[in-house]
C-alpha cells in the first residue's frame, strides 16, 4: 500500500474512505502535520496504492498495516473506520488509540440496528457504477456532504479531488461497496483494548450519530463529539476535529 508520511509527534495513520484516497483529508492534515508524525494511507486499488490480485479486505488491510507501519493512533473515515476496527481487534499491540470519523461498526439496518441505511443503497451504487461510473461517484460525494450547513463548499471540494490520484477499478469499488453492506463489527467494539473518539457529523445521511454513540459508549474507554456537518466533518471543521484529536492523544499520554 502507499503510505506517505509526514510531520513531526506521536504516530497518527489515517486511513479513508470509500473511493476516495488520502489525499482527501488535506484540510486536517494541514492542521494535524504539525503536531503528529502522520502515515497517509490509500488503500489497495485507490490513490497510488497499486491493485491486488484479491478482492479488498478489512482483515488484510489491517494486518498489512500493522506490519508495515509503527505503533500508532489509528484514524479512519467511514469504510476506513472499519479497517481500524479490525486492526484494533486483531492487533491490539499496534494500536494505542483508536479515532471513528463518520464510521459505524455496522452501516446497514437490521432488527436488532436501527442505526444504518438500508442494504439497497449500497447494491444501487453497485449497479449504478456499472450502468455509468462517473455520475455515481458524483451522486456518493452528494450524499457525503448533504445536511452539512457548509454542504455545497464541502461538495465542491470532495468533487475537485476525488480523482486526482486516479480512479479506482470498478471491482475494487464493488468490493468496498460489498464490505459496507455486509460488515458487522459490533461484536469488536466491547473487545478493543485501545481508547477510542468517536467523532459524528450530526446530519450525516450515512451514518446516523446515534450509531456513533453506541460505539463509543459500548468500547472500554470510549468517548463521542458532535459537529454540525455531513457525512465529511473533517472538511468544514477540520480545527475542531484537530484540537479533539490533540487532545484525546494528550489523554493517551497521559
Known amino acids: ?8 509527534g506521536p504516530d497518527l495513520i489515517m486511513i479513508h474512505g470509500w473511493a476516495m484516497h488520502s489525499g482527501i483529508f488535506a484540510p486536517l492534515t494541514r492542521q494535524l502535520a504539525t503536531q ?4 497517509l494511507v490509500d488503500l489497495p486499488g485507490h490513490g497510488l496504492s497499486p491493485e491486488r490480485s484479491g478482492p479488498l479486505q478489512l482483515d488484510d488491510c489491517a494486518q498489512r498495516l500493522a506490519a508495515q507501519l509503527p505503533r500508532a493512533i489509528w484514524l479512519g473515515w467511514s469504510l476506513g473506520g472499519q479497517v481500524c476496527l479490525r486492526a484494533g481487534l486483531l492487533q491490539p499491540a499496534a494500536v494505542r488509540g ?4 463518520a464510521s459505524s461498526p455496522r452501516f446497514v439496518l437490521a432488527e436488532d440496528w436501527p442505526h444504518g441505511v438500508a442494504a439497497e443503497v449500497f447494491r444501487q451504487f453497485g449497479t449504478g457504477l456499472r450502468e455509468d461510473y462517473h455520475r455515481t461517484i458524483e451522486r456518493f460525494l452528494a450524499l457525503e456532504a448533504h445536511g452539512s450547513e457548509k454542504a455545497q463548499s464541502e461538495l465542491r471540494e470532495l468533487k475537485a479531488h476525488v480523482f486526482d490520484r486516479g480512479e479506482p477499478a470498478l471491482h475494487v469499488l464493488c468490493d468496498g461497496l460489498d464490505i459496507l453492506d455486509t460488515a458487522d463489527l459490533r461484536e469488536c467494539v466491547p473487545q478493543l483494548a485501545a481508547p477510542s473518539l468517536w467523532l459524528a457529523g450530526r446530519r450525516d445521511r450515512l ?6 454513540q453506541w460505539g463509543a459508549e459500548h468500547s ?3 468517548r463521542y463529539r458532535e459537529y454540525s456537518a455531513g457525512h465529511a466533518p473533517f472538511i468544514g471543521h477540520a480545527q475542531a476535529m484537530a484540537e479533539a484529536i490533540a487532545e484525546f492523544a494528550a489523554e493517551l499520554a497521559a
Open 220 to 222: 472500554p474507554q470510549g
Open 98 to 101: 483508536l479515532v471513528m470519523i
Open 207 to 212: 451514518i446516523p450519530p446515534a450509531a456513533m
Open 36 to 39: 503528529f508524525r502522520l502515515h
Open 1 to 8: 500500500m502507499h503510505i506517505e508520511t509526514l510531520g513531526q
